[in-house]
């Protein structure tokens, strides 16, 4: 039985499949050169994806991938294998530090938490998985908006090593320690991070705390590869 189509999907489909790791930056003439589509129908086509979010244009007009596609794909993950792997290390986090341990990735403009696991303490920052933050400020934000956005303010606050500190950001309360999870492929997944409340996440907790996050960072970023 034949099965039945929409060409203007396909067609859009088409679009997003043009772009590879070799190509992840294309103009609409070089579009409809990979698509063999006419140009024409290109910009009406990704007029529309970019206004849904599954593409957007860089500085010098040239059309990305855009994050809606990471929405999907993060909830893809999130029902596999990437739970299965992040949600051990952060039980192992709050142990090692006591404090809430949590997992970033960028949705659109914003940060998603995508797992957590709260501190015991009754007194501790307490987060729900699928809160949205601000991607601008906070230890995981900066974390994402350098590695996800290539922002240039937020590389200039991260360490060596691209983890993060920060203290009364977001929240005046809060202190926070992220780390990035980039797997041996080099793909970025978010942002691992420790939270809680200044009391006692002073100087020295979260000196230990960063040490914790970076090492299970790479551990995750290990099982990820």
Not at 3 to 12: D, G, I, L, W
Not at 139 to 154: E, N, Q, R
């Amino acid at each position: 039985m034949k099965q039945p189509r929409v060409e203007s999907v396909e067609k859009a489909l088409s679009i997003l499949e043009a772009f590879t790791k070799d190509r992840p930056a294309m103009t609409l003439t070089e579009i409809s050169v990979e698509t063999g589509l006419y140009k024409s129908n290109v910009s009406r086509l990704a007029a529309s994806l970019e206004r849904y979010g599954f593409l957007k244009r860089d500085p010098n007009r040239r059309f990305r991938l855009g994050p809606a596609l990471w929405r999907l794909g993060a909830l893809y993950r999130r029902n596999f294998e990437l739970g299965e792997s992040v949600r051990p290390v952060l039980r192992q986090l709050v142990r090692e530090t006591g404090e809430t341990a949590s997992f970033y990735v960028p949705d659109q403009d914003e940060r998603l938490c995508l797992y957590r696991e709260n501190s015991p303490d009754p007194v501790r920052h307490h987060l729900d998985e699928g809160a949205r933050l601000t991607m601008h400020s906070g230890a995981a934000g900066h974390v994402l908006a350098a590695f996800y956005l290539g922002d240039s303010k937020a590389k200039s606050r991260l360490g060596t090593d691209g983890s993060c500190v920060s203290q009364g950001e977001r929240n005046p309360h809060i202190s926070a320690v992220a780390a990035p999870v980039i797997d041996a492929n080099g793909q970025f997944h978010g942002a691992l991070a420790v939270s809680g409340p200044h009391e006692r996440l002073g100087h020295d907790a979260l000196a230990k705390a960063r040490i914790a996050v970076l090492s299970s960072a790479r551990d995750l970023s290990q099982s990820l590869a």
